[in-house]
Nanobody, 116 residues
Framework: EVQLVESGGGLVQPGGSLRLSCAASGFTFSMYAMDWVRQAPGKGFEWVSSINYSGDRPTYAESVKGRFTVSRDNAKNTLYLQMDSLAPEDTAVYFC?????????WGQGTQVTVSS
């Protein structure tokens, strides 16, 4: 069974940092690209970042470019999102996702709140 479990969210002040993790199981993690997607309160889903299977080709939404860094550890089956210079507009539930054999999978999400 494919499982994606996010962690690392919380309350942080503007300008602060958080590191999200996504623990993957039930599939060969090192073979699949992974994505981070977020949903702000009352808004739709927004793609944040993607990383290819080997981790050498990250991509970012313009809204987070230069502030967020996606990475992965294939030996640990874990995806990361380092978030720096956080702003109130980054407040959202963050999900890790992947499409495995044409089927999309999502984690349960982790809440990030940026507020003073």
């Amino acid at each position: 069974e494919v499982q994606l479990v996010e962690s690392g969210g919380g309350l942080v002040q503007p300008g602060g940092s958080l590191r999200l993790s996504c623990a993957a199981s039930g599939f060969t993690f090192s073979m699949y690209a992974m994505d981070w997607v977020r949903q702000a309160p009352g808004k739709g889903f927004e793609w944040v970042s993607s990383i290819n299977y080997s981790g050498d080709r990250p991509t970012y939404a313009e809204s987070v470019k230069g502030r967020f860094t996606v990475s992965r550890d294939n030996a640990k089956n874990t995806l990361y999102l380092q978030m720096d210079s956080l702003a109130p507009e980054d407040t959202a539930v963050y999900f890790c996702t992947s499409t495995i054999l044409t089927r999309p999978y999502w984690g349960q999400g982790t809440q990030v709140t940026v507020s003073s």
